[in-house]
């Protein structure tokens, strides 16, 4: 609306100088000769009176000019400014379009992603529902979040001990081994909580220094700790981590833990009630 305003304000202004500018010229051209020619007959040939008449006649002359320039500057201006309009339009629609292409590629990368753990998701329910005796599902599955998360290091703590007494062992690690067998009592470290809460947990901005000794994929040296139980709660077969560099957004989140869920629904049964006894 104001672009529209604008530019009907300037061809006004345009229209009104053109007018403005053939006025003078018919005034130069058709009635000021005439008036003199009447002036100068009126005046009998007198010299001074003539100098007078050409002065006058030569300063509206050089008037009519400096208005004419004027005129043209004002429209080069105006219509300088209205091509700016235009562009700075043209900016704006561009810059609009910009805008929705940049989020219409952001939700492209989203639904990409989440295409890609839907696919993963699949091969992991595949892999828990095999009945195969000689492949560690457990580890697998590991691997599986790990790769998916783009994780620096994953390990898998076993459930053990009876009831009251239960701690989480140590059992099977991507992209990382202990050099010392671990093992976490509830409320011990980040493994030890989740343990004891059956709740996951996402630490960000890990202090290394201050986590090394409580977690052990602190000494991993990576920025974000994502820990999930396996299982539920206070029935837990396992408790997981993961190690990654980058944040994870709650859809990640939200992978894993469904992944966990497939993974608790194919735990052996027979370990756990054997370690209970």
Not at 30 to 48: C, R, V
Not at 72 to 90: P, Q
Not at 142 to 160: I, M, N, P, S
Request: net charge negative; proline share 4%.
């Amino acid at each position: 609306m104001k672009n529209r305003v604008r530019r009907l304000s300037i061809i006004a202004l345009l229209v009104a100088y053109l007018l403005l500018t053939g006025f003078l010229a018919y005034q130069i051209v058709f009635s000021m000769p005439g008036q003199m020619a009447d002036l100068a007959a009126q005046s009998q040939g007198d010299p001074a009176t003539m100098r007078e008449l050409v002065r006058n006649y030569g300063n509206t002359i050089l008037i009519v000019m400096v208005i004419q320039v004027g005129a043209i500057l004002t429209a080069l201006v105006l219509l300088f400014s209205l091509t700016r309009g235009k562009d700075g339009g043209a900016e704006v629609v561009y810059v609009e379009k910009y805008a929705d292409r940049k989020v219409e590629g952001a939700q492209t990368v989203v639904q990409g992603q989440q295409q890609q753990w839907e696919a993963r998701l699949a091969e992991i329910r595949q892999l828990a529902a095999r009945t195969d005796v000689v492949i560690d599902k457990p580890g697998l599955i590991l691997r599986q979040v790990c790769q998916a998360l783009q994780a620096v290091a994953g390990a898998l703590y076993t459930v053990q001990g009876q009831a009251g007494t239960i701690f989480a062992e140590f059992s099977a690690g991507y992209a990382y081994a202990p050099e010392e067998p671990l093992c976490y009592q509830v409320g011990e470290g980040l493994v030890g909580q989740v343990l004891g809460s059956g709740q996951t947990s996402l630490i960000a901005d890990v202090p290394t220094p201050e986590l090394g000794a409580e977690s052990g994929l602190g000494k991993a040296g990576a920025a974000h700790l994502l820990t999930l139980p396996v299982g539920t709660w206070p029935e837990l077969s396992a408790v997981v981590q993961v190690a990654t560099f980058s944040p994870l957004t709650p859809s990640a989140v939200q992978f894993a833990e469904q992944a966990c869920a497939y993974l608790a629904a194919s735990w052996p049964v027979s370990e756990r009630a054997a370690s209970e006894v």
